[in-house]
């Protein structure tokens, strides 16, 4: 298993929305590995605001559904797609601050998907959480 410190990344560079280095439109993120958990450090930059100063709820679940998948990806090696992403919005989510991201496996009972839960937290603070079903992809590569 990879150091907590050490920055994972996908085997590949497909133009990722949420993780590609090369995508400068996108989110850009990196995660790392503690255990069964992935998480994530960000802040999102002021273009991705709705309300002034806080961060578009589309943006918002878009992180948290990239942790989910990074979730499933970093433990077992296999892709996954989102088939399902229920987001609960509990407090303003701010842009230009640092934000924490984690996910893990809830459930990997079922043969074609596992159940992830996420939460986005700011200054330890949790600000939106999500659950989802995320379907096995083998044929899709990250």
Known sequence: ?????????????????GC????????QLRFRRHGDEVTAEHALADRFHGAPGIAHGGIVAALLD??????????????VVTGELTVRYRRPCPVETPLRLSARIIDDTHPRYVVVEAT???????VATSSGKFFFSDAVTP
């Open 1 to 17: 298993m990879p150091d907590a410190d050490e920055i994972l990344s996908f085997p590949s560079d497909s133009g990722c929305f």
């Open 20 to 27: 590609s280095a090369d995508n400068p439109a996108g989110l």
């Open 66 to 79: 990239e942790v989910s998948c990074a979730a499933v990806w970093f433990p077992r090696q296999r892709p």
């Open 120 to 126: 986005v937290r700011c200054d330890g603070e949790i």
